[in-house]
C-alpha cells in the first residue's frame, strides 16, 4: 500500500496488442472505482518459452516494491517462460503478497484460466450444425501440444455426435504459424477433393489459409468456409472479416478483480474460467460483422503515425548515441514523443572509464536523467525506494503506470516509467518505442565513451612517457609542431629549458635502478610544476628532458623553482635529487628552426653541469 491506496502489479507483455490494451483499460477502470492503483511491469516481447537463454528484458520483474503492492497479477501466457513466473511467485511470497496467475497453474496462486474447448466448441458446432458442413478440415498446430490436441479432439467429438466420419485425412498441421500453414494448405488444396470449410487452431493460422485460398481463387465463404481461434484485431481486416472465438477484455478484468478482492478480504478462492465467446463474423457466412471503411483508415494512420514515430526515435538514439556526455544526450531524449515519462539509470553507467556492460557490475543506486514534466537539466541521485518522481500526485491520476526496463547487451541499466493520462494505444505502442531508442542510445553512448577513454589511454601509451607522463618525442613533435605554425604565434618568444638530473648513475649504483626510476619521475614533475601550465614538457630519453615556453617568462625564475621542488622532494628519500637546467631563447619565425633551438639549451645546459662538477 502506497500513500493510503492498494497497489496491484500487472506482469506482462505487449500491452500496445489491442486484446492486451483492452484488458489493461478495462482492469484499470474496475480497480480505480475500488480506490486501488494499477502499476504495469511490462515487456516489450514475449519469451517464446525458452528457458534456456538469459532474458534481461526480465529484469523489470526485480522492480517490483514486494514489500509495498497488495497482489501481484501475472499474465503467464503473455510472458511465456515458466522461469520468469516462478521467480515473480518466489519474490512476492516472503511477502505474503496474494499472487493470481491468469492462463497457469501454480502452487499457492489463484488461478483465472481460459476454458478454449469450451470456446472452440462453439466455433465447430457453428460451422457443423448452423452451417450444416460436412467435410470440414482441422488445420492444427503442433502435434502433442496440449492446446492443439484439446482442440483436436474437440473437434472429433463433435463430428461424432453430428454422426460424420472422421479420418487422419481431415488433419493438417499448420504449427501455429504462417509458413507451416501455406505449406500444409499447397498440399491440401492439391487433393482431388477440397473440404466445405476448414476450422483452424487459431486465427494466424486462419489468416493465411484465407491469404492461400484468395491466391487460388477460392471464394470465401462460398466456395469455402474459414474459421479462426483467439480474436486478433488483425481478423477484422481480412476479406472477408474472419469467424472466431475470444474472450472479451471485460469478461478476464471482472475475473482478475473477483480473485483480487477475494484474496484480499482473506477468503479462498478457487480458480476461476473464462469461457471464449463466439464472434461470427463473413467468412463462415454469417453477417454478424460488418466492417467500416474507418477501420482500415485507422489502421492505415496508426501504421503511418507509428511509422513517422519510429523514425523521429531512431534520429534520437542516433543523437545520443553520438553525444559527448549522458548530460548532451539528456537534451537530445526532449521531444512530444517522449511527454509524460522519466528515465532513471543506475549511477555506474556515469563513470566513463569503466564498461558497465562488460563488467561484474550491478545497478546498485540509481539517478534520475530525464523528466518530462519539470525537464530538469541535470543529473539527480534517484532512490529506487521513490519508485518514479512526484508519485503522489501520479497516484491520484487514476490513470496505470507503465514500467519498462533499460537494457542493453542482455544486461539492464535502469527503467522507464509512462504515465499516460488515458487509453490511447498509439502511445502505449510508442512506449516500446521510446524504451527501445533509450536503450540503443544510451546504451551506444555508454559502450562508445569507454572505447574513446580506451582510444585515448593507448593514445596516452604512444605519446607520452609512462614514467613521467610528460610527451615522449613523438606526441611533443606533434604538439609543438602545431603550435609553432600558428601564424599568431609568429614574433612571440620561445624559451627551451633543458633539464638534466645530476649524479643519476650514482643513485643507480648506490640505491638501485627503482630509485633511479623515483629520481627521474621527481625531477619531470619538478620541471612541469615550475612550467607555465601551457609549456610543453618532453622527456627525450633517459634522465633528459625539455620545456618548451612560449610566450614571456623569466627562464631564471624556472630553473629557480625547479632546484627548489627538487631540494624539497629530496627531503623524502635517502639520496639527494639534483638536476642542471639551460635555457634559450628566440623569437618565432616562419622559417625557425627548432633543433637549433634545443641544441642552443642543451650546450647552457652542458656548460652549467660542467662548471658544477669543476666546483666540487
Known amino acids: 500500500m502506497i500513500n493510503g491506496k492498494k497497489i496491484i502489479a500487472l506482469c506482462t507483455s505487449r500491452i500496445y496488442d489491442p486484446q492486451q490494451h483492452s484488458y489493461i483499460k478495462n482492469l484499470n477502470e474496475q480497480l480505480k472505482k475500488l480506490d486501488m492503483c494499477l502499476f504495469i511491469y511490462a515487456l516489450n516481447m514475449d519469451l517464446y518459452w ?37 521467480s515473480i511467485i518466489a519474490q512476492a511470497r516472503p511477502h505474503s503478497v496474494p499472487i493470481i496467475v491468469v492462463d497457469a497453474e501454480y502452487e499457492g496462486t489463484t488461478n483465472i484460466y481460459y476454458d478454449y474447448t469450451a470456446g472452440f ?17 482441422f488445420m492444427a498446430g503442433f502435434k502433442n501440444n496440449r492446446f492443439s ?32 500453414t501455406r505449406e500444409a494448405m499447397k498440399k491440401l488444396l492439391a487433393r482431388d477433393e477440397l473440404p466445405q470449410a476448414i476450422i483452424c487452431a487459431n486465427d494466424i493460422m486462419a489468416i493465411n489459409v484465407m491469404d492461400v485460398l484468395a491466391e487460388a481463387d477460392i471464394r470465401i465463404p462460398e466456395d469455402m468456409i474459414v474459421t479462426g481461434f483467439d480474436g486478433l484485431h488483425e481478423g477484422d481486416l481480412c476479406s472477408p472479416p474472419l469467424t472466431t472465438a475470444s474472450c ?35 467468412s463462415c457466412g454469417c453477417s454478424g460483422y460488418l466492417p467500416a471503411d474507418n477501420v482500415t483508415n485507422s489502421f492505415n494512420i496508426g501504421f503511418y503515425r507509428y511509422e513517422d514515430d519510429m523514425r523521429v526515435l531512431y534520429e534520437m538514439s542516433v543523437k545520443m548515441q553520438m553525444s559527448d556526455s549522458i548530460e548532451a544526450a539528456m537534451c537530445c531524449m526532449r521531444d512530444d514523443k517522449t511527454e509524460e515519462m522519466c528515465c532513471i539509470i543506475s549511477k555506474n553507467c556515469l563513470a566513463a572509464d569503466r564498461n558497465f556492460f562488460l563488467e561484474d557490475v550491478d545497478m546498485g543506486d540509481m539517478c534520475l536523467i530525464y523528466e518530462s514534466y519539470t525537464y530538469p537539466n541535470e543529473i539527480m541521485d534517484f532512490d529506487r525506494e521513490d519508485i518514479v518522481p512526484g508519485l503522489d500526485i501520479l497516484l491520484e491520476s487514476g490513470y496505470p503506470l507503465i514500467f519498462n526496463v533499460l537494457d542493453y547487451m542482455n544486461k539492464p541499466f535502469g527503467y522507464t516509467v509512462f504515465s499516460y493520462h488515458r487509453y490511447d494505444i498509439t502511445e502505449y505502442s510508442k512506449s516500446a518505442g521510446v524504451t527501445n531508442a533509450f536503450n540503443l542510445g544510451l546504451g551506444g553512448l555508454i559502450t562508445l565513451r569507454y572505447q574513446r577513454y580506451l582510444s585515448n589511454k593507448i593514445a596516452q601509451m604512444y605519446l607520452n612517457d609512462n614514467l613521467t607522463g610528460l610527451y615522449n618525442r613523438q606526441g611533443f613533435q606533434a604538439a609543438i609542431d ?41 625531477g619531470a614533475s619538478a620541471l612541469k610544476e615550475a612550467c607555465p ?46 638536476a642542471s637546467c639551460g635555457a634559450f631563447s628566440q623569437p618565432i619565425t616562419q622559417d625557425m628552426e627548432l633543433t637549433k633551438v634545443i641544441k642552443r639549451a642543451d650546450e647552457e645546459m652542458y656548460e652549467i653541469k660542467k662548471a658544477r662538477k669543476q666546483n666540487k
Open 121 to 137: 466448441e462453439k466455433v465447430v458446432r457453428h460451422v457443423i450444425e448452423d452451417h450444416g458442413v460436412t467435410r470440414p478440415h
Open 149 to 180: 490436441e484439446d482442440r483436436l479432439d474437440c473437434f472429433k467429438r463433435v463430428m461424432k455426435e453430428n454422426g460424420l466420419p472422421f479420418d487422419e485425412s481431415m488433419v493438417s498441421y499448420g504449427d501455429f504459424w504462417a509458413v507451416p
Open 248 to 282: 472479451s477484455s471485460k469478461q478476464l478484468a471482472d475475473a482478475v478483480t473477483k480473485a483480487i478482492l477475494k484474496r484480499l478480504n482473506g477468503e479462498d478462492c478457487d480458480n476461476i474460467a473464462v469461457v471464449p465467446g463466439f464472434m461470427p463474423k463473413k
Open 533 to 578: 601550465p601551457d609549456a610543453y614538457c618532453v622527456r627525450f630519453g633517459g634522465d633528459e628532458m625539455i620545456a618548451l615556453i612560449i610566450g614571456e617568462y623569466n627562464s631564471d625564475e624556472i630553473i629557480s623553482q625547479i632546484y627548489s621542488l627538487l631540494e624539497e622532494c629530496s627531503k623524502n628519500e635517502e639520496f639527494e635529487i639534483k
Open 482 to 522: 602545431n603550435e609553432l605554425e600558428k601564424p599568431a604565434n609568429y614574433g612571440k618568444p620561445l624559451t627551451a629549458i633543458m633539464f638534466d638530473i645530476d649524479g643519476l648513475k650514482a643513485i643507480n649504483d648506490n640505491f638501485g635502478h627503482d630509485a633511479g626510476d623515483r629520481a627521474i619521475a621527481k
Open 50 to 86: 525458452n528457458e534456456n537463454l538469459p532474458h534481461s528484458e526480465a529484469g523489470i520483474f526485480e522492480l517490483i516494491p514486494y514489500d509495498r503492492v497488495d497482489a501481484v497479477v501475472i499474465m503467464d501466457e503473455k510472458i511465456k517462460s515458466k522461469t520468469v513466473s516462478k
